[in-house]
């Protein structure tokens, strides 16, 4: 057998851990075995694309001398 480990109730741990895992694009299968609990997770090796911006945010340019 392997070790058992006492369960504490409350927290997200489980829950957690799936929301963490689907916002990389991954999956995480978490829940009980015959004797244990399993923990399966599936992370891609690069992050998923974030939104780009439709028009790059504006640059900052100093104003010239005199227009203060």
Request: proline share 15%; with cysteine.
């Amino acid at each position: 057998g392997g070790t058992r480990f006492r369960t504490v109730p409350g927290g997200r741990g489980a829950h957690g851990i799936a929301e963490r895992t689907a916002l990389l694009g991954g999956t995480a299968t978490v829940g009980p075995t015959a004797a244990t609990w399993r923990l399966h997770a599936c992370l891609p090796l690069t992050p998923p694309h974030r939104a780009v911006h439709a028009t790059p945010p504006p640059t900052m340019t100093p104003a010239p001398e005199g227009d203060a």
